[in-house]
């Protein structure tokens, strides 16, 4: 009997065999099961290759090879588990400064690998498509808990709760992580870092281009 985690990382790794040939690292491995340090994946490992379900091969880095599936995995192959435990891609559009704005950034080439749980959407319904990351640069939002490095969740949005974390693309090409708050002639963005003032701008000049609905850390 695997436990949710076990099973979880067993068809990742799986899954990576099947289209890269390779299984993933250490590291795609934690950030995908949504653990906050390699032992956890150790122990994992070690606990499915003590199973039989897995065999590291020696002298090979990165080499593990899959010797079974647990009983209900189906037959087309496809993960028993639940969408909401499984890790699924998101496109990873590059870094937001989240103390000076810089020109957003629209690479779609690059992914990353989170938790479901993390997106916004009811039980079972996770739309990808209205999801991407970015990383931030710049400590404006630490009181907030978002800290230089970290790996932001946005579900793409045009509009927003006052005092919500959005992405807001300034004058249409520079784009800044900061709470949004509506004020008498102005829009205000608001950082959450007192070493950082907040400015105001012309409702015309700032457009949302997304909600912060989650935030993956490496430590």
């Given at each position: 009997?695997?436990?949710?985690?076990?099973?979880?990382?067993l068809l990742l790794i799986r899954d990576r065999l099947a289209s890269d040939g390779v299984p993933p690292s250490f590291d795609e491995m934690k950030l995908a099961l949504g653990l906050k340090s390699k032992s956890g994946i150790h122990?994992?490992?070690?606990?499915?290759?003590?199973?039989?379900?897995?065999?590291?091969?020696?002298?090979?880095?990165?080499?593990?090879?899959?010797?079974?599936?647990?009983?209900?995995?189906?037959?087309?192959?496809?993960?028993?588990?639940?969408?909401?435990?499984?890790?699924?891609?998101?496109?990873?559009?590059?870094?937001?400064?989240?103390?000076?704005?810089?020109?957003?950034?629209?690479?779609?080439?690059?992914?990353?690998?989170?938790?479901?749980?993390?997106?916004?959407?009811?039980?079972?319904?996770?739309?990808?498509?209205?999801?991407?990351?970015?990383?931030?640069?710049?400590?404006?939002?630490?009181?907030?808990?978002?800290?230089?490095?970290?790996?932001?969740?946005?579900?793409?949005?045009?509009?927003?709760?006052?005092?919500?974390?959005?992405?807001?693309?300034?004058?249409?090409?520079?784009?800044?992580?900061?709470?949004?708050?509506?004020?008498?002639?102005?829009?205000?963005?608001?950082?959450?870092?007192?070493?950082?003032?907040?400015?105001?701008?012309?409702?015309?000049?700032?457009?949302?281009?997304?909600?912060?609905?989650?935030?993956?850390?490496?430590?």
């Amino acid at each position: 009997m695997l436990t949710s985690k076990q099973k979880e990382l067993l068809l990742l790794i799986r899954d990576r065999l099947a289209s890269d040939g390779v299984p993933p690292s250490f590291d795609e491995m934690k950030l995908a099961l949504g653990l906050k340090s390699k032992s956890g994946i150790h122990r994992l490992i070690t606990g499915l290759e003590e199973r039989g379900f897995i065999k590291r091969l020696p002298h090979r880095a990165r080499a593990l090879e899959i010797l079974k599936l647990p009983e209900n995995t189906d037959k087309t192959g496809k993960s028993s588990l639940s969408r909401e435990d499984s890790g699924i891609s998101l496109p990873l559009y590059g870094r937001i400064a989240a103390g000076t704005p810089i020109e957003a950034l629209r690479d779609s080439n690059s992914q990353i690998e989170v938790p479901a749980a993390l997106l916004a959407g009811r039980k079972g319904q996770f739309k990808t498509d209205e999801h991407y990351a970015l990383e931030v640069s710049g400590d404006s939002m630490i009181e907030a808990g978002i800290m230089d490095g970290d790996n932001v969740i946005i579900r793409k949005s045009d509009t927003a709760d006052n005092g919500a974390i959005v992405v807001a693309l300034v004058d249409d090409n520079e784009a800044t992580l900061k709470y949004i708050e509506r004020r008498a002639g102005g829009v205000a963005l608001v950082p959450a870092n007192v070493r950082y003032e907040t400015r105001l701008f012309e409702p015309g000049r700032v457009k949302i281009q997304g909600q912060l609905v989650g935030l993956l850390r490496r430590y």
